[in-house]
């Protein structure tokens, strides 16, 4: 009887585990994946080494997981377009979402935030919509990449306006911020985290954000219901997935880890930068990423996108 797996599960980990996000460094899944890494480090006693594979839209870097032999020993931070909207932006994914992974539990949910840098021309929402109405496909808007969350903020934003936007798509979510700052993009629809640095600075200015209800680390900015434009509400959370098979110890250890730090003092931290914690999420996150494909195929359609 093979009985190695058990064996592994007990002395888990006994060497470096890598820590795969398919984005570039600076980003704000980035930024959960270095803080998660660090407390596994410390909590598990082997180093959690971080990895970045970017580009594609995930389709580098996901696949390396889906494929990693299931010993805990590959793991994979992930934005929630990764494994939801990119179902419904391409016609074949290298992997299947559904079930080349347990998911171990969401770690953050972030607010996104409509932000621009002309604050002169393109002040409040309706600035925008009055803009985007007189010159339609004409305003851009940046995003980390097909089907991100990003990206679909600006289908959602489209389609609730009956506007007609210009899709600008990066490699990830700082190089979308820096050419936004630089001038080469008019807006985007950005993770609360990776914009608020520069809304802080003053490089950015922030129109709303896309919630119900203002954002507990920013409450001085408004929803973009506030400034008129309703239904436009998405959140973009970030996860900790594991191969599929991967045994079931090993994912309640990685599970018990990182849900320990996000009830420790680092949960102020997390929400300092723009993040709420969301370990304790009443939905298992498979339920949450197979409820989510099935929204965002209908968005995604009904915003007349033909998956690529």
């Not at 032999?69 to 992997?95: C, E, Q, R």
């Not at 045994?247 to 709420?276: C, F, H, Y």
């Amino acid at each position: 009887m093979f009985t190695a797996p058990s064996a592994a599960q007990g002395a888990y980990p006994d060497h470096p585990v890598k820590v795969i996000v398919a984005l570039p460094a600076g980003g704000s899944v980035d930024m959960v994946a270095r803080l998660v890494s660090q407390q596994l480090t410390t909590d598990l006693g082997q180093p959690f080494v971080v990895d970045n594979r970017a580009g594609a839209s995930g389709q580098i870097g996901v696949p390396v997981v889906a494929k990693a032999p299931p010993d805990g020993y590959t793991v994979m931070v992930s934005p929630a377009s990764f494994l939801t909207t990119n179902k419904s932006i391409f016609k074949t994914l290298p992997y299947n979402p559904e079930t080349d992974f347990i998911a171990v539990t969401k770690l953050v949910n972030q607010a996104m935030v409509l932000v621009v840098r002309d604050k002169a021309r393109y002040g409040t929402a309706a600035d925008i919509l009055a803009a985007a109405k007189a010159s339609p496909g004409k305003l851009t808007y940046a995003s980390s990449g097909d089907g991100s969350p990003q990206h679909l903020a600006g289908l959602m934003f489209e389609s609730q306006t009956g506007t007609k936007l210009l899709h600008i798509p990066y490699k990830g979510g700082a190089p979308a911020i820096t050419d936004l700052i630089g001038g080469q993009v008019d807006m985007a629809f950005a993770p609360l985290p990776e914009a608020l640095p520069h809304i802080k600075s003053g490089k950015l200015h922030p129109v709303g954000v896309l919630s119900e209800k203002r954002a507990i680390s920013a409450p001085e900015i408004p929803t973009l219901k506030e400034g008129g434009v309703s239904n436009v509400v998405l959140s973009a959370w970030i996860g900790l997935l594991v191969p599929a098979k991967t045994p079931q110890p090993i994912v309640d250890k990685l599970g018990k880890s990182v849900k320990t730090l996000l009830r420790s003092d680092a949960k102020n931290r997390l929400i300092e930068i723009g993040m709420e914690p969301a370990a304790d999420d009443a939905k298992p996150l498979a339920q949450v990423i197979s409820e989510e494909i099935r929204i965002h195929a209908e968005l995604v359609k009904a915003a007349g996108l033909v998956p690529q």
